[in-house]
């Protein structure tokens, strides 16, 4: 009988319910944050219990699923065939992540470049919006919507002040600070190939710091954006654009963060090798990504 390291055996585990058990966390959460964000919308008193069902339920199928994948590469179950398929798996969903985005990325360049003109009168359809709304600007960020009764404009925009003013410009700071944390998860990185124990524990360490500050100064920059400047999900494009790219941004920094973390505590338990780490390599990659969609975001939504 061949031997599950064998590279002409493909291992493939036992049926299992895990993946039942997620769709039913993931649509538990979902439709609980849904039924929380109309209650909410109504005026009613919001309910969240299947929200928080849900997340429970994901988090601990998800926290025993993996831990099963790691209990089989441990047991040497994994050959070079399935990891090869690991590393096509993450890479491919790393692509529809791009995806993701770039559908995001797109309706801002629409709206931007063609819905906000036309409504100002410009281009080939700018008749209906010269006929229907003359006093509109077509500026952006938008700051007085063509119906003011129907979306009230933010009082400031989260534009950026200027090159000179960025030391006092949080999304600067944020920027700087993922920067940051990809060259930390990249340095884990070689101390992994290198052997350093210590070195891996201590980069990773401070990636993880790194995220949770990044995520902390968001949370701090949304309470300013709503309270201080206005600026809502309700504020028209301007407001759904920002808030929706930069929220996906930020739930993918909460993951990426939670992967890291995940990662850093296999380290100290004496996981990983410069031979065998494929869990850390596909968490260093999903960090870059988010990183890469971050300077986008900062180019694209505070800048230009």
Partial sequence: MSSPTDQSVYYVPHNGWYPVWVAFGAFMLLAGLGTWLNDVKAGDDPSAWMMY????????????????????????????????????????????????????????FYARNFAVQWLGGEGAKGLTGDYLWPEFSAEWPVMANPDNALFQGP?????????????????????????????????????????SRGGLIAWLALT?????????????????????????????????????????????????????IIALLRAIKGHFSHHDCFGFEATSWYWHFVDVVWVCLFFFIYIF
Avoid: C
């Fill in 53 to 108: 069902v849900g997340g429970v339920v994901l988090a601990v199928v998800l926290f025993y699923w993996f831990a099963k994948v790691i209990e089989e590469n441990h047991q040497g179950l994994a050959n070079e065939q399935l990891k090869r398929s690991y590393v096509w798996g993450m890479g491919w969903f790393i692509f529809s992540e791009v995806m993701f985005f770039a559908a995001f990325f797109g309706a801002l």
């Fill in 155 to 195: 009082a400031e925009s989260m534009a950026s002040p200027g090159v000179s003013n960025w030391l006092s410009y949080l999304p600067f700071w944020n920027t700087v600070i993922l920067l940051t944390s990809s060259v930390t998860v990249h340095f884990a990185h070689t101390s992994l190939k290198n052997d």
């Fill in 208 to 260: 993880v710091a790194l995220g949770v500050i990044f995520l902390i100064l968001q949370g701090w920059e949304y309470v300013h954006a709503y309270n201080d400047l206005g600026l809502t999900l309700g504020s028209g494009i301007y407001g759904s654009t920002f808030f929706i790219l930069t929220g996906f941004h930020g739930f993918h920094v909460t993951l990426g963060t939670f992967m890291l």
